[in-house]
């Protein structure tokens, strides 16, 4: 892959991590479920932090025309894994099932399971290590947002399983 492919790709990255932190904000402000609203606010906080991250990279590598060297290869850690368990620990009741929250789950858990596709495939395409860390991270945070996403489809759509096999793996020492 070369500059001019790369800087492409960082550009498509960017406009797809805003087009997510779009959504997932839209879906915060309609829905009526509390827990959709942690969850959706949550990740789209992360993904602004991941186009601040993106957009500083690519500011930088047009000034000096190659990888900088001073791009950070950390992001915030990411809280979304906890959303579900620290929500289940203060609700008093189980949240109201809402279809339209649950296609907005499952559009999200699309465009999370593609975004760790993408940065995947740009990990394998690129030969310098910090490009591939770099990449690597992105994967990693979104493949995070996809499975924590995941579960709350399955605890959305079956809260009595859910909570027996989360209630199972706490038993055998999982």
Aim: hydrophobic share 35%.
């Amino acid at each position: 892959m070369n500059q001019k492919e790369r800087l492409k790709a960082i550009e498509v990255a960017l406009a797809n991590e805003m087009r997510e932190r779009e959504f997932y904000l839209k879906n915060a402000q309609k829905t009526r479920n509390a827990l959709g609203k942690i969850m959706f606010q949550s990740i789209g906080d992360e993904e602004l932090e991941h186009y601040e991250r993106l957009k500083e990279l690519h500011q930088k590598w047009m000034q000096q025309k190659k990888w900088p060297e001073t791009v950070s290869l950390t992001v915030k850690g990411s809280i979304v894994k906890d959303v579900l368990k620290d929500f289940l620990q203060k609700m008093e009741t189980s949240p109201e099932k809402d279809d339209n929250d649950l296609e907005a789950i499952r559009t999200a858990i699309e465009f999370e399971a593609q975004g760790a596709k993408y940065y995947e495939n740009l990990q394998s395409q690129v030969s310098e290590i910090q490009e591939k860390q770099f990449f690597g991270l992105l994967a990693n945070m979104e493949r995070e947002h996809y499975l924590s996403l995941k579960d709350t489809e399955e605890y959305l759509t079956d809260p009595v399983s859910w909570f027996r096999k989360k209630e199972h793996h706490s038993l055998d020492g999982a």
